[in-house]
């Protein structure tokens, strides 16, 4: 089948907003190449539990699309026109299960050696998109604070090397500096700015106790009963005749809030469905408490594009056999705090440079904070670039 | 903001590998011009009998933030203070196929890119390495052996090629089958660090179930018995520890002409672990630098050994969007495209330093023109600044 086969019946199998939205812009989709088509309806079937900015993102391509003359968005989607597909995504259920069709699809450009012009083509037109359609900046700066909580320690290891040259290192922070300097800040700011999924606090260990019910939080240890239903969601397939990575990556992707207990309202499936795929779609996020925070925090700043964001690294269990760490047999493992250190502090940059991809990022700040050695980063206007600060500092001027 | 960020994301990636470059010729003293291009003419058809080739792969991809770029010197002290200065260099080797592990080292060991399902357990499409050799040279089958991780690599030796194919590739050895093998049932605590696997895709993670292949090569190729072999085994502290005893053992015991050992603990970077990425990464340095001694200290190799070391290939940049940095190698950006090769032996010109880009594929060639045999079917071109 091809997008110009499309008709309105083909998205019976959508959830309701999601079938509403590609029923209204359904003389685009059949304009559109394959390869695109693929791609956009993957992210259009899951339009009931995307995040506000997702929305937004998706309606902006849309509405930009269609208001382009014929020739210039040709022009445009031209590359995506020159791919060669098989015959096979055509022939596949694009439509009902883009999912499996775009990773069909990207197993295909691999094998052909045309996934460099698909990502070529995928830039230009994001670049085409981003010039008729600047991003407008937040009207309140970003912020992001990253923590290396209790735990994370390493003898003589140089904290925060990586992004020491972008700001101001303070190897003397006050050491009554505190997680509630942090929370007194995100509350001020959701004060200011209440908006839904703006404000996050992701903790790689134990949230701290708050309860501000309208900040988004996620936290490994909450977390628990969801991360051993998914495990034990992949052991039951591991076990399985017919297992394979396929069979592995589809049941996973296919894995509802009701699937592991996350039943609730409408508004509470946006949180449940991300939750979810932060264990079905993250690697080592399953089993590292660090890698946890890292990919949260980085899926979270893309996906929400949040005004706030507060995460903590925890340590993380030790290395052991693959197997084990799936299967949980490993009951007595102990954490690993320098490893945990290393981790965390590479996840700091990480979250820096995600953070810095969002809009408005010359203006966005960012503090990095080591709870047990007391030291921080701080990243942004006023702070100047690969500078150390001699002055004992509390973390709440950091925030000021 | 962060000037990197800043760029289009393909130059900031090039602008690393520029860097890299430059580092390398400064830090390292390989930039004299003459190095550049002074290089021999063809020399493999005059090559002794006995010559022996050893390939090193880092299976699993290293970055150069971690490796070769002033950052990530401290990781590899032992290529960059031993190996560096005895090798010819190939500063920008390009792989332009699948970025899969498997699929990879197939690809290097075919000369092809490869285009099968990386998750399946099939044979390469394409001629071998080792079925070329063994071909060409009438070489029996002892001769070449393979050293792997069993994630999908116990097909790697031999492809499925009809005027190749069986009967004609290499032996190959999965050390943590072999170990399993060895091992009583559900006693696998004491050795359980070493029969680690990927951790890209609980897929990968292997049957291990011994069988009697497993204990014919133990006790009848690596001549170790179950006892011996455990008892070692519990002195190593990683799978490709294991990889390198049993490499040692076999060319103690058969001494093969060539020989192919595919490392792996630097994939545990798939789980997200910076620090388990780069402990995999001073394990596979100070590995690297251990099979160099073991060729100088073994008469049936020394002074007649030629080896290549080569990751297969890097992993995606911290800059580009679509990936997540050192985790994965799934976006084809410049950096997890481009990597680095290391060549030592008696006919290297040590202290080469080679700037322009050459391809992965070309190993294969270059493997055949140093040996003296043919690879028809294999792309790529022989090297010559190592012929």
């Given at each position: 089948?091809?997008p110009a086969?499309?008709?309105?019946?083909?998205?019976?199998?959508?959830?309701?907003?999601a079938?509403?939205?590609?029923?209204?812009?359904?003389?685009?989709?059949?304009?559109l190449?394959?390869?695109?088509?693929?791609?956009?309806?993957r992210?259009?079937?899951?339009y009931?539990?995307r995040?506000?900015a997702?929305?937004?993102?998706?309606?902006?391509?849309f509405?930009?699309?269609?208001?382009l003359?014929a020739?210039?968005?040709?022009?445009?989607l031209?590359?995506?026109?020159?791919?060669?597909?098989?015959k096979?995504?055509?022939?596949?259920?694009?439509?009902s299960?883009?999912?499996?069709a775009?990773e069909?699809?990207?197993?295909?450009?691999?094998a052909?050696?045309q996934?460099?012009?698909?990502h070529?083509?995928?830039?230009?037109?994001a670049?085409?998109w981003?010039?008729?359609v600047p991003e407008?900046?937040?009207?309140?700066p970003?912020?992001?604070?990253?923590?290396?909580?209790?735990?994370l320690?390493?003898?003589g290891?140089?904290l925060?090397?990586?992004?020491r040259?972008?700001?101001?290192?303070f190897?003397?922070?006050?050491p009554?500096?505190?997680m509630?300097?942090i929370?007194?800040k995100l509350?001020?700011?959701?004060?200011?700015?209440?908006?839904?999924h703006?404000?996050w606090y992701?903790?790689?260990?134990?949230?701290e106790?708050?309860s501000?019910a309208?900040?988004t939080?996620i936290?490994?240890?909450?977390?628990?009963?969801l991360?051993?239903?998914?495990?034990?969601?992949?052991?039951s397939v591991?076990?399985?005749?017919?297992?394979?990575?396929?069979?592995l990556?589809?049941?996973l992707?296919?894995?509802?809030?009701?699937?592991v207990g996350?039943?609730?309202?409408?508004?509470d499936?946006?949180?449940?469905?991300?939750k979810?795929?932060?264990f079905?779609?993250?690697?080592g996020t399953?089993?590292?408490?660090?890698?946890?925070a890292?990919?949260t925090?980085?899926e979270a700043?893309?996906?929400?594009?949040?005004?706030t964001m507060v995460?903590?690294?925890?340590?993380?269990q030790?290395?052991?056999?693959?197997?084990?760490?799936?299967?949980?047999?490993?009951?007595?493992?102990?954490?690993?705090?320098?490893?945990?250190?290393?981790?965390?502090d590479?996840?700091?940059?990480?979250?820096?440079?995600?953070?810095?991809?969002?809009?408005?990022?010359?203006?966005?700040?960012?503090?990095?904070?080591?709870q047990?050695?007391?030291q921080a980063?701080?990243?942004?206007?006023?702070?100047p670039r690969?500078?150390?600060?001699?002055?004992r500092?509390h973390?709440?001027?950091?925030?000021? | 903001?962060?000037?990197?960020?800043q760029?289009?994301?393909?130059?900031?990636?090039d602008?690393?590998?520029?860097?890299?470059?430059?580092?390398?010729r400064?830090?390292?003293?390989?930039?004299?011009?003459?190095?550049?291009?002074g290089?021999?003419?063809?020399?493999?058809a005059?090559?002794?009998?006995?010559?022996?080739?050893?390939?090193?792969?880092?299976?699993?991809?290293?970055?150069?933030?971690?490796?070769?770029a002033?950052e990530?010197?401290?990781?590899?002290?032992?290529?960059l203070?031993?190996l560096?200065?005895?090798?010819?260099?190939f500063?920008?080797v390009?792989?332009?196929?699948?970025?899969?592990?498997?699929?990879?080292?197939?690809?290097?060991a075919?000369?092809?890119?490869?285009t099968f399902n990386?998750?399946a357990?099939?044979p390469?499409?394409n001629?071998?390495i080792?079925?070329?050799?063994?071909?060409?040279?009438?070489?029996?089958?002892?001769?070449a052996w393979?050293?792997?991780?069993?994630?999908?690599?116990n097909?790697?030796?031999?492809?499925?090629?009809?005027?190749?194919?069986a009967?004609?590739?290499a032996?190959?050895?999965?050390p943590?089958?072999?170990?399993k093998?060895?091992?009583?049932?559900?006693s696998s605590?004491?050795?359980s660090?070493l029969l680690?696997?990927?951790y890209?895709?609980p897929?990968?993670?292997p049957?291990?179930?011994g069988?009697?292949?497993?204990?014919?090569?133990?006790?009848?190729?690596?001549?170790?018995?179950?006892g011996?072999?455990?008892q070692?085994?519990?002195?190593?502290?990683?799978?490709?520890?294991?990889?390198?005893y049993?490499?040692r053992?076999l060319?103690?015991?058969l001494?093969?002409?060539?020989?192919w050992?595919?490392?792996h603990d630097?994939?545990v970077?798939h789980?997200?672990?910076?620090?388990?990425?780069?402990?995999?990464?001073?394990?596979?340095?100070?590995?690297?630098a251990?099979?160099?001694k073991?060729v100088?200290d073994?008469?049936?190799?020394?002074g007649?050994?030629?080896?290549?070391?080569?990751?297969?290939?890097?992993?995606?940049?911290?800059?580009?969007?679509?990936?997540?940095?050192?985790?994965?190698?799934?976006?084809g950006d410049?950096?997890?495209r481009?990597t680095?090769?290391m060549?030592?032996?008696?006919?290297?010109?040590q202290?080469?330093?080679?700037?322009?880009?050459?391809?992965?594929?070309d190993?294969?060639?270059?493997?055949g023109?140093?040996?003296?045999?043919?690879?028809?079917?294999?792309q790529?071109?022989?090297?010559?600044?190592v012929l």
């Amino acid at each position: 089948m091809q997008p110009a086969e499309l008709s309105a019946a083909g998205f019976s199998t959508y959830p309701p907003q999601a079938g509403e939205f590609a029923r209204q812009h359904l003389i685009l989709l059949r304009q559109l190449p394959l390869a695109l088509a693929v791609i956009v309806l993957r992210e259009v079937i899951r339009y009931d539990w995307r995040f506000p900015a997702e929305r937004r993102t998706l309606e902006s391509q849309f509405s930009w699309l269609e208001s382009l003359p014929a020739e210039k968005r040709n022009q445009i989607l031209g590359p995506f026109a020159q791919l060669s597909l098989s015959k096979e995504i055509a022939a596949f259920a694009w439509v009902s299960r883009p999912q499996e069709a775009s990773e069909q699809m990207t197993a295909d450009l691999w094998a052909t050696h045309q996934i460099d012009g698909y990502h070529a083509a995928a830039s230009s037109y994001a670049e085409a998109w981003r010039k008729d359609v600047p991003e407008t900046a937040p009207s309140t700066p970003r912020l992001c604070v990253a923590v290396l909580g209790p735990g994370l320690r390493a003898a003589g290891y140089p904290l925060f090397r990586k992004l020491r040259p972008h700001g101001v290192f303070f190897p003397q922070v006050d050491p009554a500096s505190n997680m509630q300097a942090i929370l007194d800040k995100l509350s001020a700011r959701l004060a200011a700015d209440p908006l839904p999924h703006q404000h996050w606090y992701i903790d790689g260990g134990l949230a701290e106790a708050w309860s501000e019910a309208r900040i988004t939080r996620i936290s490994w240890g909450e977390l628990e009963p969801l991360r051993t239903a998914i495990l034990q969601r992949m052991q039951s397939v591991i076990a399985r005749p017919d297992a394979g990575p396929e069979l592995l990556r589809t049941v996973l992707a296919e894995t509802t809030p009701a699937d592991v207990g996350l039943a609730g309202s409408a508004q509470d499936q946006v949180l449940s469905r991300f939750k979810i795929s932060v264990f079905t779609e993250g690697s080592g996020t399953q089993i590292f408490a660090t890698t946890f925070a890292q990919w949260t925090v980085r899926e979270a700043l893309r996906r929400a594009q949040p005004s706030t964001m507060v995460v903590r690294f925890a340590p993380r269990q030790r290395q052991l056999p693959m197997d084990q760490l799936l299967a949980r047999t490993n009951s007595g493992n102990v954490p690993d705090p320098e490893g945990s250190l290393i981790d965390a502090d590479m996840g700091v940059f990480y979250t820096w440079i995600n953070q810095q991809r969002l809009t408005g990022s010359a203006q966005a700040s960012f503090v990095a904070w080591s709870q047990e050695l007391n030291q921080a980063v701080a990243v942004g206007p006023g702070f100047p670039r690969g500078t150390v600060s001699s002055t004992r500092v509390h973390l709440r001027q950091l925030l000021a | 903001m962060n000037p990197i960020i800043q760029r289009n994301p393909r130059e900031a990636a090039d602008a690393m590998v520029w860097n890299r470059r430059e580092f390398l010729r400064s830090a390292a003293g390989l930039g004299a011009a003459s190095a550049f291009c002074g290089f021999s003419p063809l020399r493999a058809a005059g090559l002794p009998a006995g010559q022996k080739v050893i390939v090193a792969t880092f299976g699993g991809g290293a970055r150069d933030e971690e490796t070769f770029a002033p950052e990530g010197r401290e990781n590899i002290p032992n290529m960059l203070g031993t190996l560096l200065p005895q090798s010819a260099f190939f500063a920008r080797v390009q792989n332009h196929g699948i970025l899969g592990h498997y699929v990879a080292t197939a690809s290097l060991a075919t000369g092809v890119y490869e285009t099968f399902n990386n998750y399946a357990a099939v044979p390469p499409d394409n001629p071998t390495i080792f079925e070329y050799f063994r071909k060409g040279l009438n070489r029996p089958a002892a001769d070449a052996w393979v050293v792997a991780p069993s994630n999908g690599f116990n097909r790697i030796g031999e492809s499925g090629n009809r005027g190749y194919g069986a009967g004609l590739g290499a032996g190959v050895i999965l050390p943590k089958r072999l170990l399993k093998a060895a091992m009583p049932v559900n006693s696998s605590d004491d050795y359980s660090h070493l029969l680690r696997d990927n951790y890209e895709e609980p897929f990968y993670t292997p049957e291990l179930a011994g069988n009697e292949i497993e204990f014919r090569q133990l006790e009848d190729i690596l001549r170790l018995s179950m006892g011996d072999f455990k008892q070692h085994a519990l002195t190593l502290s990683s799978p490709d520890e294991l990889s390198v005893y049993v490499l040692r053992q076999l060319m103690k015991q058969l001494a093969p002409s060539l020989l192919w050992i595919t490392l792996h603990d630097i994939d545990v970077a798939h789980s997200g672990a910076y620090s388990l990425y780069i402990d995999g990464i001073r394990r596979s340095d100070r590995l690297c630098a251990d099979i160099w001694k073991a060729v100088q200290d073994n008469p049936e190799y020394a002074g007649k050994t030629t080896m290549f070391i080569l990751p297969d290939f890097g992993r995606d940049s911290d800059f580009t969007a679509g990936g997540n940095g050192f985790q994965h190698h799934r976006t084809g950006d410049t950096l997890s495209r481009t990597t680095w090769m290391m060549v030592l032996g008696p006919r290297v010109r040590q202290g080469t330093f080679i700037d322009r880009p050459v391809e992965s594929l070309d190993l294969v060639p270059t493997l055949g023109a140093l040996l003296g045999f043919g690879t028809p079917l294999a792309q790529g071109r022989p090297l010559a600044e190592v012929l």
